[in-house]
Antibody, heavy 119, light 109 residues
Framework: EVQLVESGGGLVQPGGSLRLSCVASGFTFSDYSMNWVRQAPGRGLEYISAISTNGVSTYYANSVKGRFTISRDNSKNTLYLQLGSLRAEDMAVYYC????????????WGQGTMVTVSS | DIQLTQSPPFLSASVGDRVTITCRASRVISKYLAWYQQKPGRAPYLLIYAVSTLRSGVPSRFSGSGSGTEFTLTISSLQPEDFATYYCQQLHSYPETWTFGPGTKVETK
């Protein structure tokens, strides 16, 4: 079964850090660009970061640039998002999603992991 | 950056109704437009890609159309499982600005 499973969310104080992981299974992870999308409580979807198949090219939304770092380990079929200098507005469910090059869409999503930023 | 708007933001409908949601882009995005369905507490689910291509397994009551800057998602006969929030997404310029629309929540009337 093609699947993405996120982990690493939790409660963190403002200014703190957290690393999210997304483990892929059921497909050749290294063949796909990957992304992170977040959703604040009661809000819409915000596309925040992307990484190319080999990890060389990355993209960040302005809202997270300089504070978050996306990376991947193709030998472990794992995508990461390092969150730093966290703010209250970063509180959200964080989803990883696979880019289907053939359909140019996000065809597989993880179940999400919640990040709560609070003192 | 390309901005997306969706209308209406909320839609009250009954089972069996024909429902149409519109997504407008701030500039031409060609065929790179996808639609997602999200139910409460769940991850988004891809319904349609490349404006009008239905994902395998998605019921044929869903359809997409449009071009340029205006696109629509239509549900021909709303079913109980279709009450959800729908998002459009443009993927015109890789990977920058792969933005989502603000969403349309389809609620029961």
């Amino acid at each position: 079964e093609v699947q993405l499973v996120e982990s690493g969310g939790g409660l963190v104080q403002p200014g703190g850090s957290l690393r999210l992981s997304c483990v892929a299974s059921g497909f050749t992870f290294s063949d796909y660009s990957m992304n992170w999308v977040r959703q604040a409580p009661g809000r819409g979807l915000e596309y925040i970061s992307a990484i190319s198949t080999n990890g060389v090219s990355t993209y960040y939304a302005n809202s997270v640039k300089g504070r978050f770092t996306i990376s991947r380990d193709n030998s472990k079929n794992t995508l990461y998002l390092q969150l730093g200098s966290l703010r209250a507005e970063d509180m959200a469910v964080y989803y990883c999603a696979r880019v289907s090059g053939g359909t140019l869409s996000f065809d597989i999503w993880g179940q999400g992991t919640m990040v709560t930023v609070s003192s | 950056d390309i901005q997306l708007t969706q209308s209406p933001p909320f839609l009250s409908a009954s089972v069996g109704d024909r429902v149409t949601i519109t997504c407008r882009a701030s500039r031409v995005i060609s065929k790179y437009l996808a639609w997602y369905q999200q139910k409460p507490g769940r991850a988004p689910y891809l319904l349609i890609y490349a404006v009008s291509t239905l994902r395998s397994g998605v019921p044929s009551r869903f359809s997409g159309s449009g071009s340029g800057t205006e696109f629509t998602l239509t549900i021909s006969s709303l079913q109980p499982e279709d009450f959800a929030t729908y998002y459009c997404q443009q993927l015109h310029s890789y990977p920058e600005t792969w933005t989502f629309g603000p969403g349309t929540k389809v609620e029961t009337k």
